[in-house]
Structure formats: structure tokens, C-alpha cells
């Protein structure tokens, strides 16, 4: 089936670095999702992408959706301790309601 | 809004038992799925429903395992036997139907099975 793979699979980070973390697939998909989980929590949908290039922000988040409409980029700017978490990208299968979600990149981030 | 609500938030229970996770999806979403995530499998989608009606169970893992949705605010994930290996948190979340937006997650059930 399909796989989105996310990478890197963890991270340390110092506050007030920015960290980039990516997603790719072997197949094309028209809508890429972001997601973040915080512990103990469920999944809250952190960007949207629709269109292959887009560049969308959310506060210090930006996230691309690749031309090639096989990947997308997560960037956070300046992180600080509550951005600790597993970020998750999340593609639609297309004809359907399913999303298949990645694998995740756990972020930790260091006072 | 109350968002996607779930419970219960633990639950333990013995290898054999009947275990009941309940999940009441956003007022006027109307479709809801089910998720299970593990630490080997990530987030893996059991079953969604659109308008009350299942559409697509292809994930869920065994006859063990069934889901229910009587009416538009109420849904029910059974597993009747449960084993250790069904372990997990369970996830419920719910959307529009706006297929674009996705979807909104419950807090989740952290299901152990002894």
C-alpha cells in the first residue's frame, strides 16, 4: 500500500532554532496535510495544501507542498518548548475520505 | 464546540473481555472514522463512516473487531475477544465531509490489554 515516509524520525533541538523536517511518497497526491500530536493528545491539523508549490504559513510554521506532488516541507521558525511533539504529515487517498497518515518526526526541544 | 469526544480516556482490561470504546463525533459532521495507533504501525484508519453508513472497514484487523454508528452523534468501536496485541490507543475523529479540511481528532482511548 502506500507509505509516506517522514524523516527525520526524531530530533533535539535548542530553542529558538529552526527545524525542517520533510515527506515523501512514491505516488502522487493532491492534498497534503500537517498535523501536530502533543502527549496524551489526539492529532490537531496544524497546515493544508492543495496546490503542487504552494507555500502556506500558520504563524511560525510553513509548509510546501512539492512541485512534483510526491513531497512536502514542514518548517518551524524560532521554536520554543511547546513545540515539542510528533508532526505528522497526511496525504488523501484520492476518490475517498481516507487519509493515510506518515510516520512522524518526534521533535524535542531543549531549553 | 466540544470538540471530538471519546471515552473512556483508559481503559485495562483482561486478555478475553469485551472491551466498548465510545467516541460522540463534532454536531453536524457526518463522517467519522476510527483510528488505532501503535508505536510499530503509527496511525493506522480502521473504519469510516459518512452519513451513519460504514463505507470502507478494509482496516479492521479481525472478525474481533466490529463498529457501530446508531445515529450521527454516537459511535461505538467493540472488540470482543480482546487480546494483549490489540494494545493500543484508539482514536476517533470526525469531519464535515469537506474533504479537503480533514479531520478532527479526538483526545483517544489508551486501551491495555493484560
Known amino acids: 500500500g502506500q507509505q509516506l515516509n517522514q524523516s527525520p524520525q526524531s530530533m533535539f533541538i535548542q530553542e529558538g532554532e529552526d527545524v525542517s523536517m520533510n515527506c515523501t511518497s512514491s505516488s502522487i497526491f493532491n492534498t497534503w496535510l500537517w498535523y501536530k500530536q502533543d502527549p496524551g493528545e489526539g492529532p490537531v491539523l496544524l497546515i493544508a495544501l492543495y496546490k503542487a508549490g504552494e507555500l502556506t504559513s500558520n504563524g511560525r510554521l510553513t509548509a510546501q507542498f512539492g512541485t512534483t506532488r510526491k513531497d512536502s516541507f514542514l518548517n518551524i521558525s524560532a521554536s520554543i518548548p511547546s513545540d515539542v511533539g510528533i508532526y505528522f504529515c497526511a496525504v488523501r487517498l484520492s476518490g475517498t475520505y481516507k487519509y493515510i497518515f506518515g510516520t512522524g518526526t518526534r521533535l524535542k526541544v531543549l531549553a | 464546540d466540544a470538540g471530538v469526544i471519546q471515552s473512556p480516556r483508559h481503559e485495562v482490561t ?63 468501536l467493540k472488540i470482543q475477544p480482546s487480546e494483549p496485541r490489540d494494545s493500543a490507543v484508539y482514536f476517533c475523529a470526525s469531519s464535515t465531509g469537506g474533504l479537503l479540511l480533514g479531520y478532527t481528532f479526538g483526545s483517544g482511548t489508551r486501551l491495555t490489554v493484560v
Open chain 2, 14 to 76: 483482561e486478555m478475553g473481555q469485551e472491551v466498548t470504546l465510545r467516541c460522540k463525533p463534532i454536531s453536524g459532521h457526518n463522517s467519522l472514522f476510527w483510528y488505532r495507533q501503535t508505536m510499530m504501525r503509527g496511525l493506522e484508519l480502521l473504519i469510516y463512516f459518512n452519513n451513519n453508513v460504514p463505507i470502507d472497514d478494509s482496516g479492521m484487523p479481525e472478525d474481533r473487531f466490529s463498529a457501530k454508528m446508531p445515529n450521527a452523534s454516537f459511535s461505538t
